[in-house]
């Protein structure tokens, strides 16, 4: 009888994962010990749309396994309630209200073309790549048009997505302006192409091939994977029929779609598609010198779920703001760890620059704070945040447990650990915390780009949403009634 025939399955597993920790190590050293990253931004996913943030109609299995893997942040918060804005502090690690784009909420057809992120601007792939990174993004860019604005002018090597807002999810070739002014064409860098199938599918599909591709290479890697999904107009993967009636319909209509099943189609597909990335992480032996973030440019819109918070996407209510947030790393991060650290989407600029052994340019320093220590376990620290939204027409700060908002005319005060759904107004009761509070933001504001005047307050959501891209200029008029809390 052999030897071999004796081996037991236990052996050959470990076999396996010796030739695997060998095959990881080696890599590890040709790239110099940095870790690859691959971020991945959802668009419009709200704070509980994930079933490890409270989701319990449906399952996000792949998201899930993110969270069981390494460390759930549940006081995550969006630069903003909006997506050019929040992009804008993602890729600078800085306060959005310091560049003209970033006042952009957002970036329209009827933004001005010289709007957009200037390419002289350090950036977290422009950073990076100074550190010996290749850099890719697949997806969404809105940060400002063809030809004075790129993704390859701002320090991507790659680029295969749109540039605009949003895209239908089936047609985005050269007759994508047929779904209305938002639904943009598909780029294969800056030159525009024509992909068949569904948006959320081929963004995966990219993904994927851009990790098989880096795989063969040396160097360390940088992946944003900004999907578009689950951002109106809401088309499930086998909506196509449905897609192609809303095309004859025009822009407004085109957000009317939809329902809570095609939402929950759009999730659950999204997911299986970082699933199919985190399958390429594995296959190629990158895993384990990968660090993946998941998290969403801002909070959810009328299909999303939001609980324990009250507001969604264009409020600076809990939920407009605050956001699903996982980071994986192995041997860095513990498995199954949660952090009640309060964060920020600019916080992961210089984190990840910390993780890559470089920091910010010193001309340009970042408003974010290194997470790395958080991310090791350490105990949490209070922060102040700071938001704006609508030309002054929402204000906000978050010091600690307490938070002063400003909307819809009225101002409160919320001790946000006893009342997440910010329902108890204390400004009198606690009136020195409201009064410093209040000052403290007026000094933050003071130190940012002017306010650009907007229309403020809007009869119903409908006109809110109109005027947010650009449709309609609605006379200010009553609050909408999800604006003030109650």
Known sequence: ??????????????????TLAFATADRIAAQGGKPNIVFIL????????????????????????????????????????????????????RYQYRLPVGLEEPIVPTTPKNIGLPPSHPTLPSVLKKAGYSTTLVGKWHLGFLPDFSPLKSGYD???????????????????????DYAYQLHEEEVPVERHGYM???????????IERYARAKEPFLLSLHFTAPHWP????????????????????????GTQATYVRMVQNLDANIGRVLQALD???????????????????????????SGMKFELLEGGIRVPAIARWPGHIAAGSVSDQAMITMDWMPTLLAAGGTQPDSAYPSDGENLLPALAGAAPHPRKLCWRYKAGSQRAIRDGNWKYLRIAGNEFLFDLVHDPRERANL??????????????WEAWNSAMLPERSRPAVYTNAGDAMADHYGVVNPVPAAPPQSAAPR
């Open 1 to 18: 009888m052999s030897l071999h025939t004796h081996l037991s399955r236990r052996n050959l597993l470990a076999g396996a994962a010796g």
């Open 42 to 93: 959802a668009d419009d996913l709200g704070f509980a749309d994930v079933s490890c943030y409270g989701q319990r109609d449906y399952t996000t299995p792949n998201i899930d396994r993110l969270a069981l893997e390494g460390m759930r942040f549940i006081q995550a918060y969006s630069n903003s309630p909006d997506c050019s804005a929040t992009r804008t502090a993602l890729i600078s690690g």
């Open 158 to 180: 790659h680029f295969f997505g749109i540039y605009g807002c949003c895209a239908d999810y089936f047609n985005h070739g050269p007759d994508a302006s047929r779904s209305g």
């Open 200 to 210: 959320t599918n081929l963004l995966g599909d990219r993904a994927v091939q851009t």
């Open 234 to 257: 809401f088309e499930g993967p086998d909506d196509e029929a449905e897609s192609n009636r809303l095309r004859d319909i025009g822009s407004i209509r085109v957000r009317d779609n």
């Open 283 to 309: 296959v190629h032996e990158l895993a384990e010198n990968t660090i993946v973030v998941f998290t969403s440019d801002n909070g959810g819109e009328r299909f999303s779920k939001i609980w324990p918070f």
């Open 427 to 440: 400004k009198d009761r606690r009136k020195d915390v409201f009064d410093r509070l209040k000052s403290d």
